[in-house]
């Protein structure tokens, strides 16, 4: 058998990347994310693509990888994020001679270890008090700063990412792999100069079995209710629109995957998880190492979350469209009076996606959504389950959504416009919460190289709080990131 690097250069020469990878993907070897993934990328990049992708999963060796990336023919890799259709910097193919002098990493039980992650460093500046600094999500009520004027300017790395992936031995005819991932965007050090003495944050740890059909996943990884993201360099650590119409959250679960084919071109997948039944509601200033029970866990039962999803090839693009819902159980305790009372909590949403590749040159992606106790997934945030004994003690009902324009002039210059909003229901809200937030975002990428992008971007954030027109605040971010990916 021929080594699958020669496949790869003869399918740029034939510019059949996309068909080597679904050939690939009906045989377990890349998933339907990294089928996505690849089809977000430019045609004319997507070997390099796939090359960098089979190195990571262990079946290249970096010495086939450099066969393949060395062709002066190929041009860089144009990566996007695995959780979304929309284009991120990841883990770009290294340099030809990096990698071919490279020794290859591997674990304690000899299975190939790929390191990756993203160096960004963030220069932003706002106009407005908000929840964070950074990235922030919400305006704070006007008038909650003591000073006159609110504006501010900073800069951090702590959305920086650094992750692994392993591609293990084959197990009942199933492709074993895992991963995990953090960033640094967990907290401060309690020092006077620990302002950028940033705290490891876990995002991903999880392992997996995919057969041809059929894939089993267990660990943290992203919920499969309202899986897509805005693309956002500025956004990294804490997803654009988060609080404003972008339901998400990375949880512990177990997760199985159903994948069918209707046709050559058309695919069914369903995905159904039991999750960590948490609702949002855990909220503390101090370092605990102590997990105590909350809403969610007092229900006594996991979370439930399924997506069934339809993806239709069209011209070498994959047209998606998603439904997805979401259950959770909970229990709500407190006292009215001197009574002890248990108000029970049903947390529930249900969500469409889509994202349209109308072109190489634009595509529209997009989540819409409603339900109810939906904190932990930044729907309502902070205030979706109301104390015992107020209208929203059974949790908070709100609906939303986000939208988004995606603009590639050629393989190095992009541009994102987006919109989102979060609308809690009023009436389920104490007086001067906050029950509208939108966002608006403009953002332009430029990839120096395959591995240096540049991004420029813009947001507005306008927050109302109900019954307090006086609070209501208007915010905005410039923010000028460098991201460099390995």
């Given at each position: 058998?021929?080594?699958?690097?020669?496949?790869?250069?003869?399918?740029?020469?034939?510019?059949?990347?996309?068909?080597?990878?679904?050939?690939?993907?009906?045989?377990?070897?890349?998933?339907?994310?990294?089928?996505?993934?690849?089809?977000?990328?430019?045609?004319e990049?997507?070997?390099?693509?796939?090359?960098?992708?089979?190195?990571?999963?262990?079946?290249?060796?970096?010495?086939?990888?450099?066969?393949?990336?060395?062709?002066?023919?190929?041009?860089?890799?144009?990566?996007?994020?695995?959780?979304s259709?929309?284009?991120?910097?990841?883990?770009?193919?290294?340099?030809?001679?990096?990698?071919?002098?490279?020794?290859?990493?591997?674990?304690?039980?000899?299975?190939?270890?790929?390191?990756?992650g993203t160096?960004?460093?963030?220069?932003?500046?706002?106009?407005?008090?908000n929840?964070?600094?950074?990235?922030?999500?919400?305006?704070?009520?006007?008038?909650?700063?003591?000073?006159?004027?609110?504006?501010?300017?900073?800069m951090?790395?702590?959305?920086?990412?650094?992750?692994?992936?392993?591609?293990?031995?084959?197990?009942?005819?199933?492709?074993?792999?895992?991963q995990?991932?953090?960033?640094f965007?967990?907290?401060?050090?309690?020092?006077?100069?620990?302002?950028?003495?940033?705290?490891?944050?876990?995002?991903?740890?999880?392992?997996?079995?995919?057969?041809?059909?059929?894939?089993?996943?267990?660990?943290?990884?992203?919920?499969?209710f309202?899986?897509?993201?805005?693309?956002?360099?500025a956004?990294?650590?804490?997803?654009?629109?988060?609080?404003?119409?972008?339901?998400?959250?990375?949880?512990?679960?177990?997760?199985?995957?159903?994948?069918?084919?209707?046709?050559?071109?058309?695919?069914?997948?369903?995905?159904?998880?039991?999750?960590?039944?948490?609702?949002?509601?855990?909220?503390?200033?101090?370092?605990?190492?102590?997990?105590?029970?909350?809403?969610g866990?007092?229900?006594?039962?996991p979370?439930?979350?399924?997506?069934?999803?339809?993806?239709?090839?069209?011209?070498?693009?994959?047209?998606?469209?998603?439904?997805?819902?979401?259950?959770?159980?909970?229990?709500?305790?407190?006292?009215i009076?001197?009574?002890?009372?248990?108000?029970p909590?049903?947390?529930?949403?249900?969500?469409?996606?889509?994202?349209?590749?109308?072109?190489?040159?634009?595509?529209?992606?997009?989540?819409a959504?409603?339900?109810?106790?939906?904190g932990?997934?930044?729907?309502?945030?902070?205030?979706?389950?109301?104390?015992?004994?107020?209208?929203?003690?059974?949790?908070?009902?709100?609906?939303?959504?986000?939208?988004?324009?995606?603009?590639?002039?050629?393989?190095?210059?992009?541009?994102?416009?987006?919109?989102?909003?979060?609308?809690?229901?009023?009436?389920?809200?104490?007086?001067?919460?906050?029950?509208?937030?939108?966002?608006?975002?403009?953002?332009?990428?430029?990839?120096?190289?395959?591995?240096?992008?540049?991004?420029?971007?813009?947001?507005?954030?306008?927050?109302?709080?109900?019954?307090?027109?006086?609070?209501?605040?208007?915010?905005?971010?410039?923010?000028?990131?460098?991201?460099?990916?390995f």
């Amino acid at each position: 058998m021929l080594p699958l690097f020669v496949f790869l250069a003869a399918a740029f020469a034939q510019d059949s990347a996309g068909e080597l990878a679904r050939i690939l993907r009906d045989k377990g070897v890349i998933t339907n994310s990294d089928l996505a993934r690849l089809k977000s990328t430019p045609s004319e990049e997507r070997v390099r693509f796939l090359a960098s992708l089979l190195e990571a999963k262990g079946v290249l060796s970096a010495t086939e990888v450099a066969s393949v990336t060395k062709n002066p023919a190929l041009p860089a890799v144009y990566t996007a994020r695995a959780a979304s259709a929309t284009v991120q910097p990841q883990a770009p193919a290294k340099a030809p001679e990096t990698v071919s002098a490279a020794p290859a990493v591997t674990s304690q039980n000899k299975v190939p270890v790929t390191v990756y992650g993203t160096i960004l460093l963030n220069a932003f500046f706002d106009t407005s008090l908000n929840n964070i600094e950074d990235v922030p999500l919400v305006a704070s009520k006007k008038g909650s700063d003591p000073f006159p004027d609110d504006k501010s300017f900073a800069m951090t790395a702590r959305q920086s990412r650094l992750g692994l992936r392993f591609q293990g031995p084959e197990v009942m005819g199933a492709k074993t792999s895992g991963q995990v991932e953090v960033d640094f965007f967990g907290g401060k050090a309690a020092l006077g100069n620990g302002i950028n003495m940033d705290l490891p944050r876990l995002r991903l740890a999880l392992g997996r079995l995919d057969w041809t059909n059929f894939s089993l996943v267990a660990g943290q990884d992203w919920s499969v209710f309202a899986p897509l993201n805005p693309t956002s360099l500025a956004s990294y650590a804490i997803p654009a629109m988060s609080a404003s119409g972008n339901p998400w959250i990375r949880t512990p679960q177990i997760r199985g995957e159903i994948r069918h084919g209707l046709s050559d071109a058309a695919k069914l997948e369903w995905q159904i998880a039991a999750t960590d039944p948490d609702v949002g509601d855990y909220q503390t200033a101090q370092f605990l190492t102590a997990r105590t029970p909350g809403i969610g866990e007092r229900g006594r039962m996991p979370g439930l979350d399924s997506r069934l999803g339809f993806t239709n090839t069209v011209n070498d693009r994959d047209f998606a469209v998603g439904v997805s819902g979401h259950y959770g159980r909970g229990k709500a305790v407190g006292t009215i009076g001197s009574l002890n009372v248990v108000r029970p909590v049903d947390s529930w949403g249900v969500a469409v996606d889509w994202s349209l590749p109308f072109s190489k040159y634009f595509a529209l992606t997009g989540e819409a959504y409603e339900g109810r106790a939906l904190g932990i997934f930044s729907v309502a945030l902070s205030e979706s389950v109301g104390a015992v004994g107020t209208p929203g003690e059974h949790g908070v009902f709100s609906r939303g959504g986000w939208a988004q324009a995606q603009v590639n002039f050629n393989p190095k210059w992009q541009v994102n416009l987006a919109y989102g909003i979060d609308q809690p229901r009023a009436s389920e809200l104490p007086v001067g919460s906050r029950d509208r937030n939108q966002t608006y975002m403009a953002n332009l990428m430029y990839k120096l190289n395959s591995s240096v992008t540049f991004a420029w971007e813009y947001r507005r954030f306008l927050t109302d709080y109900r019954n307090q027109l006086a609070a209501n605040n208007r915010g905005d971010q410039a923010n000028l990131a460098v991201a460099y990916g390995f």
